[in-house]
């Protein structure tokens, strides 16, 4: 039987869904969307715009009174100062507008600056993950646990590598990949830092680490997570990975492994 939900986490859940619908039938046709660029390498394109727009509506329907922090439009100051979305429509648009259907949808929500619940939906596989602090972590009703192997050497990890703009940090990067490939089961790099951190909650991963990404990447996955069991701290080994855009996730065994490895 699936495990009763919050109504919080049912309005979230409810939400990823509803722009999903309309993410999917996008991700059908992607040849016919518009796409601009943001940045170097950053792109953006109508599907992405539209789920969030989605997400805005649903949410502000049931809790009118919460702000948000958005990727694609202007943050939303709400009159509720304790309680803010932090969201990314889709994250992983590089692999959706290649056709790679490896993307999701991540609603994570501050409680006074601190994660306390997330939502991760990858629309192509169905699989929804959510967290709420203290509550436990889920995917499709089953309860989450991090991964209990014990040694690095039997662990799979994550990262996301520098692209076109993100280079500049490049050498050290590669000196981090370098220790870890050498001494781990293998590292991955699918290019969505949501799953990337729901696959750790879910014990496919044993660690994930990455930089040079924003609140919206992550807010979500780090509630996921810590529910899960797993540390999550920034690449200082600090907790101000919303601030600095760091992060290193990994299981209670791993994360100090990991940590010395790539600090
Ligand atoms: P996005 O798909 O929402 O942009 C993968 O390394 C992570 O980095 C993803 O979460 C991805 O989110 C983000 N990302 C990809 N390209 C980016 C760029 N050029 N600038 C900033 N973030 C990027
Ligand atoms: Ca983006
Ligand atoms: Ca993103
Ligand atoms: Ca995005």
Do not use: C
């Amino acid at each position: 039987m699936a495990h009763p939900r919050s109504a919080l986490l049912n309005v979230m859940t409810a939400a990823a869904q509803k722009a999903a619908r309309r993410l999917t039938r996008d991700f059908g046709e992607v040849e016919n969307l518009q796409v601009s660029k943001k940045g170097p390498a950053d792109f953006v394109s109508n599907a992405d715009k539209k789920a969030e727009d989605t997400l805005v509506k649903e949410l502000q329907k049931a809790r009118p009174d919460y702000g948000f922090i958005l990727e694609e439009a202007n943050n939303i100051e709400g009159k509720d100062s304790s309680n803010t979305w932090v969201i990314d429509p889709l994250d992983g648009t590089t692999n959706f507008l290649h056709g790679i259907p490896h993307f999701a949808i991540s609603i994570g929500l501050l409680r006074d600056g601190e994660p306390f619940a997330g939502v991760v939906y990858n629309p192509i596989t169905d699989e929804m993950f959510w967290a709420e602090k203290g509550q436990g972590a889920f995917l499709n009703g089953r309860r989450l646990r991090v991964s209990a192997r014990a040694h690095l050497s039997e662990g799979l990890f994550a990262t996301g590598l520098p692209f076109l703009g993100k280079e500049k940090d490049g050498e050290r990067f590669m000196q981090r990949v370098n220790a870890v490939t050498t001494l781990s089961a293998g590292v991955r790099r699918f290019g969505s830092a949501a799953l990337d951190l729901a696959y750790v909650a879910a014990a496919r991963y044993d660690g994930y680490w990455e930089s040079g990404l924003q609140a919206w990447d992550i807010a979500a996955g780090i509630v996921l997570v810590r529910e899960a069991g797993g540390f999550v701290t920034d690449m200082d080994g600090k907790r101000k990975m919303l601030e600095n855009g760091s992060v290193i996730a990994a299981t209670d065994k791993m994360h100090e492994p990991l940590f010395n490895l790539i600090k």
